[in-house]
């Protein structure tokens, strides 16, 4: 749980403030009436995601509770009664997230939106193209203020093997005139790849040319700033295109999740087995199981359905826990896929401590054990249908078999 400073003199406004943060449960809020509050919650916890400081109070009448939060490095949000364009600017430019007046319910969701927004940055990696060093590290520094990991590269191709080897980059800001691959040709190799088909491309460039923007937009960039940009602008394109991103992802999720346990259905292990079985090169390395919860229908003969989800819902987050790189698929009922395209040592390893974890695990409000039975197809395959039906068929043998173990091929060797 992220903790928030708020340093707000008006109790109805903390009490809004903190309404708004503390419904997301991620968070937690300290509460401050004036400065020397906070100066108290400062010098005894530092550790706060953010700080949402009132501009004015009784005790610092000159935006002396922004100094405080500044000074101890808290990335901060300035919620005030009063719009000064000129210590907007200031404010922004000392380094303030944003400058948000009190002026009606949005401007306090702006700020509980802006505060969730830093909580999902910190696991948001960037990759900053830009082959002017200082260009580059103001840009840089502009994303890390807003919690971002940053990644740099100094031409297209640098950016290439950086997007290769992090995978996880949500978003490329490239700039357009770059030695080696320009900011255009990257953006054409990048959407050119299937995988980086949802990666956020924004492109930059010092010449104002609006046939450069559309070509830009039409190769596949999401936005283009022209440089020299302000940097609330700059804040504004990054985020709007973020959560443009995340409303898609979150449409698509609802159509490929499993409602009830939030890992994939039958439906995107289909869509994504197009990809596996694309080429022999992939097909081959490709391992599908079918993991079934041992003795399900009893669970829910004897402590009702809603136990039994429960069991469900628990069961899949220990997939999650030792399959975080794999697919996992509820197949249907109390029975999943992992698909896999790990070593098939190290893949078979974790498959046996996540056995070991279900016997050991205490299951539900209940605190009932279970077991699990296995069947594991390592074979090449022409299709994912054949490869389920062979693993299918290898855990219909562990439950005749006796149950919590593990068919694999090779002459139906077992390992538990």
């Known amino acids: 749980m992220y ?47 953010a700080a949402i400081v009132d501009l004015n109070l009784p005790d610092a009448p000159n935006g002396e509770s922004v100094e405080l939060a500044l000074s101890h490095n808290v990335p901060t949000i300035v919620l005030t009664g009063n719009f000064d364009e000129f210590t907007r ?22 700020v509980s939106k ?25 840009i840089c520094s502009l994303l890390r203020k807003f919690q971002f990991q940053v990644h740099e590269a100094t031409d297209g191709l640098e950016a290439l093997d950086v997007l290769e080897n992090h995978r996880d980059i949500k978003m490329v800001i490239a700039d357009h005139r770059m030695p080696n691959m320009d900011g255009y040709e990257l953006v054409k190799t990048i959407r050119h790849e299937r995988r980086m088909q949802d990666l956020v491309f924004i492109g930059l460039s ?41 409303m898609i992802q979150t449409i698509r999720d609802s159509a490929n999740l499993d409602a009830l346990t939030k890992v994939y259905n039958r439906r995107f292990l289909h869509e994504k087995a197009e990809e596996l079985f694309a080429n022999s090169t992939s ?36 997939l999650k826990d030792y399959f975080p790189d794999d697919l996992i698929v509820r197949y249907g009922g109390e029975e ?14 974790a498959l046996s401590a996540f056995m070991d974890a279900v016997r050991t695990t205490l299951f539900t409000s209940h605190k009932f054990n279970i077991t699990c039975s296995i069947g594991v197809s390592t074979e090449e395959h022409k299709c994912l249908e054949s490869q389920l039906e062979k693993a299918d068929a290898r855990l219909y043998e562990a439950k005749h078999a006796g149950k919590d173990q593990i068919i694999l091929r090779d002459l139906q060797q077992k390992v538990s």
């Open 206 to 246: 010092a010449t104002g040319d609006s046939v450069l923007t559309s070509k830009f937009i039409k190769s596949g960039a999401n936005d283009f700033l022209s440089k020299p940009f302000y940097h609330e602008e700059f804040y504004c394109r990054v985020m709007q295109n973020l959560e443009s991103q995340e």
């Open 3 to 49: 903790k928030v400073l708020v340093v707000e003199d008006s109790l109805t406004v903390r009490k809004i403030v903190n309404k708004l943060i503390e419904d997301n449960p991620h968070f937690t809020c300290d509460l401050c009436e004036d400065l020397a509050e906070a100066r108290s919650a400062l010098d005894s916890d530092n550790d706060y995601l």
């Open 283 to 318: 097909r081959k390395d490709v391992i599908v199981s079918m993991i079934d919860a041992d003795n399900f229908k009893s669970v829910n003969d004897t402590y009702g359905h809603k136990t039994g989800d429960m069991l469900l819902q628990e069961f899949a987050a220990l």
């Open 336 to 349: 999943f896929t992992v698909v896999s395209v790990r070593p098939p040592k190290v893949y078979l390893s």
């Open 89 to 110: 600017a200031q404010l922004l430019d000392q380094g303030v997230l944003d400058y948000i007046t009190k002026e009606s319910r949005y401007s306090y969701l702006q």
């Open 114 to 138: 802006l505060v969730d927004r830093l909580r999902k940055n910190l696991t948001t990696k960037v990759l900053v193209v830009e082959d002017s060093k200082t260009s580059r590290n103001h």
